[in-house]
């Protein structure tokens, strides 16, 4: 399982394409980040460097030059280096690189300046992601103010700078069947870490001590760090979207919700799962869990090609708001809510985004101001929620503190959809069933 390297060839092949007649194409390679003093975070490569070569190593930059008869593809990076290879660890050098990832050409990273000049000049337009990487933004000017200070013997310089973003990004919203494959193994592996938490719960434990099952799940079936920070919220720290504390007691009569999903090869997950701490809900629990999964069931259904994107988020909210109202926790007519959107006291965020290398996945949503069409290969979050604030006296005491979300990754197929995170329990009655067979 995974990518490639004919597949990250054929991504280089295709962005090359796209790209405009003498220009050239500049990557950098995500810098290394210190935690404290001298000491790193994990490293994790930039996912359009990794994207477009399947390199995971740092201080690394990617020329591409569509049309280069000496080679369209070069890359820059470490020298082999055994003394530091002692310390930090193998390091690939340029004269493996060319076979193993299948490239043109490869250089030491401390020979860019030097030769890159000669790359870019005569080029008319340099595409690279402008303002991601100051250090990256000064090295490309420097390289133009070369050129520009000798054009007077030599070629001038670009005279357009093009964001590779949008071309490159296009190209990861539709993704093929080996990264499928891939969210598909990370979101298998999430719900191994989704249902031992669930097994574990009892009134009493902190909120941490879930966040353990769920990172020795991920760990120990291959995936090497969550997608993002897991979410572990129980009682009234589920109505907080971004919780990450995870440091409070979980009390019994709590809802627990979790959202957390694992990095496998560089894809991501993204599952949420809301249960009662004590395994049983409460009838006001269940009244608004109801409405959740209702809402999640019908905006899934709606993940079908020609759909416009916002059609699931459009259907999950009118069963929120016609659940609300049913309640007695809204008031007035489903026209008048939709067009107020008072609801949005409960329900305040998107049914979902983008999903792939990152958790919050690149591509645009709108195209010339439009939602975009579902296409084959897409994969979205299908996420609502209802979060009724702990605070919110305007509503019986009954109801405050109430957070539930319910969360499962959902790739666009040919025919309509399929849910890639399936085995975790979602119903009430499964997790009600799934939470008394632990206990007993």
């Known amino acids: 399982m995974g990518i490639t390297n004919r597949e990250f060839k ?43 070569t399947g390199f995971s190593e740092p201080q690394a930059i990617i020329a591409l030059v569509p049309g280069r008869q000496q080679g369209e593809v070069i890359l820059f990076c470490r020298e082999k280096n055994l003394e530091r290879e002692l310390w930090a660890g193998y390091i690939l050098g340029p004269d493996a690189a ?35 990487d100051d250090d990256f933004d000064g090295k490309v000017m420097t390289w133009v103010k ?42 298998k592996i999430s719900a191994e870490g989704h249902k031992a938490a669930m097994n574990r719960c009892v009134p009493g434990l902190k909120e941490y001590e879930l966040e353990a099952e769920l990172q020795y799940a991920f760990i120990r079936n291959g995936s090497r ?81 020609g759909n416009t994107w916002n059609a699931p988020h ?14 007695g926790l809204l008031k007035g007519s489903l026209s008048q809510q939709l067009k107020s ?21 690149v591509g645009d949503y709108k195209i010339d101001g439009h939602w975009r069409l579902l ?18 006296t305007s509503v019986p005491k009954k109801w405050r503190g109430i957070g539930v979300r319910i969360e499962d990754d959902v790739l666009v197929t040919k025919t309509g959809y399929k849910v890639l995170s399936p085995g975790i329990p979602r119903t009430i009655e499964d997790i009600e069933a799934f939470m008394s067979e632990q206990v007993a």
């Open 314 to 327: 459009d259907i999950s909210v009118r069963v929120i708001v016609q659940g609300l109202l049913k309640l």
């Open 341 to 361: 959107e008072e609801y949005k006291r409960y329900y305040m965020h998107r049914v979902g985004h983008w999903l792939g290398m990152d958790v919050h996945d």
């Open 225 to 305: 760090s969550p997608a993002y920070q897991s979410i572990v919220g129980a009682g009234d720290n589920a109505c907080i979207l971004h919780y990450n504390s995870n440091n409070s007691e979980i009390k019994k009569g709590d809802l627990v919700l979790i959202d957390a999903g694992c990095e496998y090869d560089c894809y991501a997950s993204d599952i949420t799962r809301t249960f009662p701490a004590s395994g049983k809900f409460t009838e006001e629990q269940r009244l608004i869990y109801e409405i959740v999964l209702l809402a999640q069931n019908e905006a899934i259904k709606t993940v079908q090609p």
């Open 98 to 132: 060319i076979d193993s990832l299948l490239i043109d050409d490869a250089y030491p990273i401390d020979d860019v300046d030097e030769i890159i000049v000669g790359l870019i000049e005569g080029k008319d337009r340099i595409y690279y992601s402008m303002g991601r």
């Open 146 to 187: 070369n050129i520009r200070n000798n054009a007077k013997v030599g070629p001038p310089p670009p005279s357009e700078f093009q964001v590779l973003d949008h071309l490159l990004h296009e190209l990861r919203l539709i993704k093929s069947p080996a990264e499928i494959k891939l969210i598909e193994k990370a979101a």
């Open 10 to 52: 054929k991504r280089r092949k295709e962005l090359m394409s796209r790209m405009e007649p003498n220009s050239i194409g500049l990557l950098s390679s995500a810098p290394e980040r210190l935690r404290n003093n001298d000491a790193e975070y994990q490293y994790r490569q930039s996912s359009d460097f990794y994207y477009l």
């Open 375 to 392: 296409e084959p290969g897409m994969v979205t979050t299908i996420e609502p929620g209802i979060y009724i604030s702990p605070s919110d």
